[in-house]
């Protein structure tokens, strides 16, 4: 049987700057790489695949200037958001889920991001 715990926390203000910067990285994260993937369906017709094509190019725009923010936060939790967009993907086209086609995230909506250790 597989079990959660939601947890509600109260972070200091310097974590609540840390949390705040790292949801921000995560949903930027997202939302670039499905327009990365939208942009190479409808210029190339080809599907990018999450771990081949888009994790490399999240190592590249770390090391670039105008990305460079991004070093700061967790890098497993930049790649779980590629791989997200990539599950939305699956769900989408699945007809027995009838899943909507992905969006982008908003700074509104819900913030969550994902840790998996080990």
Not at 84 to 89: D, E, K, R
Not at 90 to 116: E, V, W
Request: proline share 5%.
């Amino acid at each position: 049987m597989l079990r959660a715990t939601k947890v509600r926390i109260y972070p200091t203000p310097e974590q609540a700057e840390y949390l705040n910067g790292l949801f921000g990285a995560v949903r930027f994260a997202y939302n670039k790489a499905l327009h990365i993937k939208k942009q190479a369906y409808k210029h190339h017709g080809v599907s990018l695949n999450p771990r081949k094509d888009l994790k490399p190019l999240l190592a590249i725009a770390k090391k670039s200037h105008k990305h460079a923010w991004l070093k700061a936060y967790d890098a497993i939790a930049l790649q779980q958001a590629e791989l997200n967009l990539h599950t939305a993907f699956d769900n989408c086209f699945n007809p027995k889920l009838r899943a909507q086609f992905p969006t982008f995230k908003r700074k509104q909506g819900k913030q969550s991001i994902y840790h998996c250790v080990g």
